[in-house]
């Protein structure tokens, strides 16, 4: 008898390259117990009192960027996938993170979509045999990765590749050096820091800028509380 339930795709992990023990620190803290509180932490509580960077404005970002050809990557909890407002009811979406439990949590949530999963290192090359995507979403995941921001920005490089002409990579992190930060964000920051949560003390937004300005002709750059929120399109041909 066939199911009305919708069948859930996980790409079989190919490690694209050796995974060192930063990678792996940074996103270990995500798993069955913190994602299943990872809303009310970030969404209530984190993101718009600390970050200054308020929920609202990041479900912003999603709808007016956000195409029914879609790829997130480094899902965390699927929370905004599941709030933001795609242009159809059936959207081609494809979910992209180094953790298995991000994906399988992203996935359930986000069932009615039927997500095909992808296990990869985003600081690889990154191959999959897919169409590209129109629009490329990475909220939060930069402060998370290991290295100078310079290093980091091989990310950009990775996914771009994966985006059609005429495309859109957007997303926010969280930058070290905010004049609009507030004393606890910054002590936070230290923590999470120190606790490998984050590796962002020299992420700063000169140094964003200038990448962005040195790879991409047409990008947005806003930084908001302690949060940093960039757009880039890639040319149509």
């Known amino acids: ?9 996980f790409e079989r992990f190919k490690m694209n390259m050796e995974i060192n023990e930063e990678v792996i620190r940074g996103q270990q803290v ?7 509180i990872y809303d009310v932490a970030l969404f209530k509580i984190l993101t718009g009192p600390v970050w200054g960077l308020s929920t609202e404005r ?33 959207p081609r979406l494809a979910l992209m993170d180094l953790n298995q439990d991000c994906l399988n949590h992203s996935s359930k949530r986000l069932q009615r979509y039927n997500p095909k999963c992808y296990r990869r290192n985003i600081l690889a ?5 897919e169409l590209g995507f129109d629009s490329i979403s990475m909220n939060y995941l930069l ?48 923590l999470y820091n120190k606790k490998g949560v984050f590796c962002n003390t020299g992420d700063n937004i000169q140094t964003l ?16 509380g302690s949060a940093a929120q960039f757009v880039i399109y890639k040319p149509t041909l």
Request: proline content about 4%; aromatic content about 10%.
């Open 143 to 190: 402060h998370c990765l290991p290295g100078t921001m310079t290093e980091k920005m091989v990310v950009f490089e990775n996914l771009y590749k994966l985006l059609n002409p005429g495309g859109v990579i957007f997303g926010s992190t969280i930058i070290s050096d905010s004049n609009d930060s507030s004393w606890f964000a910054k002590k936070l920051m230290k």
């Open 125 to 129: 090359p990154i191959t999959i045999d």
């Open 58 to 90: 990041l479900l912003t970002l999603y709808n007016d960027n956000i195409t029914n050809n879609h790829m997130d990557v480094g899902v965390g909890s699927g929370f905004l996938l599941d709030n933001c407002k795609f242009p159809s009811t059936r």
């Open 209 to 224: 800028t200038r990448i962005l300005s040195d790879q991409y002709e047409n990008f947005e750059l806003n930084v908001i």
């Open 1 to 9: 008898m066939k199911s009305d339930s919708p069948i859930i795709i």
């Open 30 to 36: 995500y798993n069955k117990f913190t994602l299943a």
